[in-house]
């Protein structure tokens, strides 16, 4: 048996909302720690990562550690039924082809019950490392999305520099080029608006724009965003999700050498190696 | 001659907008007691009726029972033109081929007229008899749409069960199967947010979901839309419009089994037959 | 050097905004005396005219008098990376092939800047003598947005006819006829509401819609229009842009017989030759 509970239904709706546009299909790992998933996009460029930890939870159980998969657009077609202060209770017998969402309003005299099917989902398991990051930015999640739907005008890629104390991001095409530059920002009243900048050596590095503006509409799941990078290494962009855990976005730098593009690809590869080993 | 004036322009544009979906044409009849109107949809699964009493309005004058034809997206198209604080008077001559809109500011410094050409309209003319109904329900009419919409997504059909101080909507599809439950609430301090289930006899119909959501775009009228439900016999979904009167729409329930089927169709004939008589 | 800072940065992006639909193509003439530009719709059909006066500007620099052509939708695409609070500072070299927009935060802990591609532009130059128009109206620029957007749904034209202390709007077709009268109102506490109608001789001109809803766009750049008509001559729309200056738009009336479009063509003409004189 496995059951979960969230005051907030609407945190459940807003990770898909902002996974939606990357996966297709959702594969949800219940163990008694909690809910994980992770998917990379169909091309395979760019990975998600779900953390919800069972202590997020109102009330959590699971007797034996099983896998749920979801087809995203149906998942989400229930989770938009969500009243805007309506709980959410996820519920599945063990083995069970089917988890019931139930939304509850406060005095529970409006109850929605969803019986929704599960599907098998054929997903490979890439072990992303936990390892330090040459730069760690936080900045508002809002300012983050804007920067990158204002640069997507001017071309496909998106160059991320970081020096101390500044980042700054840069596009050109044939429109001209573009240049944004963010200075950090510690003396704030609201900590939504904090820009904090470390730096352990400066880099830049270039991305996908595409992917990146993807990412971004995980915005409605926090006020701040946190981007970390380090050369030849896929870039983290993670956005905490309440006192549940997170969502993170992984996407590799482009590369402009060929000697570069060797060292890219065997590092993917090697994503890959560590998974089926 | 025939003329009308309501102190609020904007309400005889929201009745055109909730029927817009199930009329292309409307046919006002005008007495001396108020105008009415009733169309079946193009396809003649659902009726609809409007009742606006004279009484309501703040002039009325009708010297000569009529009637007058109207092209409904035309006629929107026009009523789309009063200002938020407009006024409106409706004036026609005696067999007039033109009925004027005048829409006044309320220091008159903006008057605008349109003079509106009147379409012949072919319309039969239904006896709906007033009746008793096995179960009542008075709800808020946003409640209403929302359920619609959200079960919309699942399938073709809504069931409506009704128990005592109890209503629940379910549907079912490839998605999975959905189960909306109200409870009855009484105590609240909104009277728009109460929900009253009358209930005689427990019940439980079968409705075209396409339908009910075209009924429920007349939530612009009202904040408290009632249900009224008898198995073999049309559902009743009725907005109050201000002190003027109100719209009713009509639908059948569906049938499942073939023995009821020829029950719904003779009781379809019934309700033509006492039109032809 | 060219060089021009405004304090916001959405007044330049507004003034495109409303030319937008006109215009593909826009010419800067940049003097000492501030920036213009003028520019006739792709079917030649209306003008343009933008006026912004160097005195407006927190600081303007124009070494030489130069010439900056841009294509509206890439100059749109920069302008609109404008946060809401930033500046707008444009800077160019002397025969240079790109234009620098720099839009910096309040704080400047954001600096964005876009350098934009300059284009080689062809337009040829109308002389429009200024004159005394035989009535001039000042009107709230929501309310004549908001006419001709109505009067769209009855026809291709408008009929503008003024009177003392009225004017009226008229158009017809096969919905009916549509006749919005607005009487002069001074006595009011926001100036922006206050309509003011100076009628020398009453006259009745008739003006494609089409443009006017064009024009009507500009309501962004102020609370209040400009209409000034003269017969046989082109109407002028006039939209303040703060201290800066203003946009005009120049409309011919349509003609109806014969005799009246022979003097309106040699009137046209006249445009023409006093430019090419």
Redesign the interface.
């Known amino acids: 048996m496995f059951e979960a509970h969230m005051v907030d239904a609407h945190v459940f709706r807003k990770i898909f909302e902002a996974a939606k546009e990357l996966l297709e299909d959702a594969s949800f790992d219940c163990t008694s720690d909690g809910l994980s998933l992770q998917a990379m996009d169909a091309i395979h460029v760019s990975l998600v990562a779900v953390q919800l930890r069972s202590e997020g939870f109102e009330l959590y159980r699971c007797d034996r550690a099983m896998n749920m998969g979801f087809k995203v657009a149906?998942l989400l077609?229930?989770l938009?039924?969500a009243?805007s202060k309506d709980s959410l209770t996820m519920r599945a017998e063990d083995n069970a082809d089917?988890c019931s969402f139930i939304f509850e309003s406060p005095n529970?005299?409006?109850?929605?019950?969803?019986?929704?099917?599960l599907t098998d989902i054929d997903q490979e398991h890439l072990q992303v490392p936990e390892q330090d990051y040459q730069v760690n930015i936080k900045m508002p999640s809002a300012?983050f999305s804007?920067i990158c739907r204002?640069l997507a005008?001017?071309g496909d890629t998106v160059q991320i520099s970081c020096t101390k104390g500044q980042i700054q991001f840069a596009a050109n095409g044939?429109?001209?080029?573009?240049?944004?530059?963010?200075?950090e920002?510690n003396n704030v009243d609201d900590d939504g608006d904090k820009?904090s900048i470390e730096v352990e050596e400066p880099l830049s590095l270039s991305f996908a724009v595409r992917y990146l503006n993807n990412f971004a509409k995980a915005q409605v799941l926090s006020d701040t965003v946190s981007l970390m990078l380090t050369p030849k290494t896929p870039m983290v962009v993670e956005y905490q999700i309440g006192d549940y855990g997170h969502i993170r976005f992984y996407l590799a730098p482009k590369i402009d050498d060929e000697e570069d593009e060797d060292a890219s690809q065997s590092q993917t590869q090697n994503m890959k190696d560590e998974d089926e080993d």
């Open positions: 149906g077609k229930i938009k039924c009243g089917k529970k005299d409006k109850v929605s019950q969803f019986d929704f099917s300012e804007r204002d005008n001017f044939d429109l001209g080029t573009a240049n944004i530059r963010l200075q920002k820009i």
